[in-house]
C-alpha cells in the first residue's frame, strides 16, 4: 500500500511529536522522578527545518528566567508543584527618585538569557543548579495594581504565600553527611519550596516578609544595599499618609515593628548611604540589624565581610535580599536611587558564593529599573548572574536539618 505524500508528512509528523512530545512533556506529582530531560542543556538550539515548527535559541522565543519552563503558577497551573521558583513582582510606586522597577522583571529576564548557553556548570561552587535534580520554574509574575499601593502590598502577600505553601516538588532526603532523615526547618514543619522574587522597588519585601513569616516565623535577613531602608516614615519623605509611610526605604522599619525580622542576627551589606543623622543608626540597632559598610571591602576584604554575615545568622533561616544598587553604578547604572563607591558584579557574587551552606529559605533582587540601562544591558546582566549565584548555593542546600 502506497502512502500518498501528505499521509506520509503526517505520519512522520505525528512520530516526531511522539518522540519530542515526550521531553516537552512533564510528568509530575510526588514520588515521580524529574526526566533528565526536562530542561536541555547546555542549550540545543532548534530552527524551523530542524522538523520544529518555531526557531528556539538562546536569543529567541519566549523569554523566561535563564529559560526555564513557563508554569502558570497562579493560573491554570495552580496544582504545579516545584522546588524553586522564579516570580516577577512588577511594582515600583513606592519609589523615591527614579521610577521604573516595574520592568525589573521583565528586564531580568532578558539579561539572564545566555547563562545557560554553555550549560551553567558553576566552577567555584562545583555545581549545576539546572541540573542538580530540582524543579526549577518561572511562575511569571504576580499581579499587580499600579493605581494603589495598599492593594497592591496585599496583592503581592497573597500571590507569594500561595507559591510559598505549595509542597515543595522533591521530598527533602537525607542528610549527605549522617544518612539521616532531614526535618523542615518552617515553624510550620513542612517542606516548602523557595522564592526567588524579581522586583519591583524594595517596598514588595515587607509583603514579602508576611508571607514568609507566615513558614518561618521571625527570620533573620542578610540585606545587601547602599541603604539602611528601616528609616522611620518621619525622616524617609514625611508620611502625609499611612499609604505614603509605607515604601522603599521604611519597610524594614515596619517590618521591625511588625516582628517580622529575628533581632541581632540579621545584617546590611554594603551600606554607604548619607544619613539624616547618626540617630538613623541608632534606629537601625532597634530595627535588629548589624551593618557592614561598603568601603570595609578595602580593609578586611571579601573574606572578612563573608565572616561577619556568617557569624551573625550563624546556621539559623535566613531571608536573602538584595538590592541591585549595592553594585556600583559603575556596573549597574539602572537603578531606582544610584549611590556611587559601591562593590563591583565581581565582589558581591563572590560574597554571595559565600554564603554557601546557608539555609536560605527564598530570596528576591529588587529595584532594577532597565529604562537607565546601558544598550549593553549592563544591569540586567548584573542582576540575572547575581541570581545565579543565589540559585546555585540555594541547590547546594537542602532547607532541613538532622533531628538533635
Ligand atoms: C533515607 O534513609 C532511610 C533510613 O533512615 C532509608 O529508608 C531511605 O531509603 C533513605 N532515603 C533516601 C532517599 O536515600
Ligand atoms: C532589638 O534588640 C535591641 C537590643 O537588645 C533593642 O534595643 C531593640 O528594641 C530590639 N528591637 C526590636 C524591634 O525588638
Ligand atoms: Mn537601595
Known amino acids: 500500500m502506497a502512502f500518498s505524500k501528505s499521509r506520509l508528512l503526517f505520519a512522520v509528523s505525528v512520530a516526531v511529536h511522539a518522540i519530542t512530545g515526550l521531553t516537552h512533556e512533564f510528568h509530575h506529582g510526588h514520588g515521580s522522578q524529574m526526566p533528565l530531560d526536562y530542561v536541555k542543556y547546555p542549550y540545543q538550539a532548534v530552527y524551523p527545518g530542524d522538523n520544529e515548527v518555531t526557531a528556539d535559541s538562546i536569543f529567541s522565543g519566549i523569554t523566561t528566567f535563564a529559560k526555564l519552563p513557563w508554569v502558570q503558577c497562579l493560573g491554570k497551573d495552580k496544582e504545579e508543584a516545584f522546588d524553586i521558583a522564579f516570580i516577577g513582582a512588577p511594582f515600583d510606586t513606592g ?75 522533591t521530598p527533602l532526603g537525607n542528610d549527605s553527611a549522617t544518612g539521616q532523615p532531614l526535618k523542615p526547618l518552617s515553624k510550620d514543619g513542612k517542606h516548602h519550596p523557595r522564592l526567588i522574587t524579581l522586583g519591583g522597588d524594595h517596598t514588595i519585601v515587607l509583603p514579602i516578609l508576611r508571607s514568609i513569616y507566615s513558614a518561618y516565623g521571625e527570620i533573620s535577613v542578610i540585606h545587601f544595599d547602599s541603604h539602611l531602608d528601616t528609616w522611620k516614615p518621619s525622616v524617609f519623605g514625611g508620611a502625609p499618609s499611612e499609604q505614603a509611610a509605607i515604601n522603599h526605604g521604611t519597610y524594614f522599619y515596619w517590618a521591625s515593628q511588625e516582628g517580622l525580622i529575628k533581632n541581632g542576627s540579621s545584617i546590611h551589606g554594603a551600606i554607604r548611604t548619607t544619613l539624616s543623622g547618626p540617630a538613623d543608626y541608632e534606629n537601625d540597632d532597634a530595627s535588629g540589624f548589624q551593618r557592614i559598610e561598603a568601603r570595609e571591602i578595602d580593609t578586611i576584604g571579601t573574606a572578612g565581610i563573608i565572616k561577619k554575615i556568617r557569624d551573625t545568622v550563624g546556621d539559623r533561616p535566613v531571608y536573602l535580599s538584595i538590592d541591585i544598587d549595592s553594585i556600583d553604578p559603575a556596573f549597574a547604572p539602572a537603578t531606582g536611587t544610584p549611590e556611587t563607591g559601591g562593590w563591583s558584579t565581581r565582589e558581591l557574587r563572590t560574597i554571595l558564593r559565600g554564603l554557601d551552606g546557608l539555609h536560605i529559605v527564598s530570596a528576591d533582587l529588587v529595584e532594577v529599573a532597565p529604562a537607565y540601562d546601558t544598550n549593553a544591558e549592563l544591569t540586567t546582566m548584573a542582576a540575572a548572574d547575581v541570581l545565579y549565584e543565589v540559585l546555585a548555593v540555594m541547590s547546594k542546600t537542602p532547607l532541613g536539618k538532622v533531628e538533635d
Open 95 to 169: 519609589t523615591s527618585y527614579r521610577p521604573g522597577a516595574r520592568f525589573g522583571p521583565a528586564g531580568i529576564r532578558a539579561g539572564s538569557r545566555r547563562l545557560t548557553l554553555y550549560g551553567g556548570y558553576n566552577v567555584p561552587l562545583a555545581v549545576n543548579p539546572f541540573l542538580s535534580g530540582l524543579k526549577l520554574v518561572d511562575c511569571g509574575d504576580i499581579p499587580v495594581t499600579p493605581y494603589d499601593n495598599k492593594h497592591a502590598i496585599r496583592q503581592i502577600e497573597s500571590g507569594h504565600k500561595e507559591l510559598l505553601h505549595r509542597s515543595a516538588f
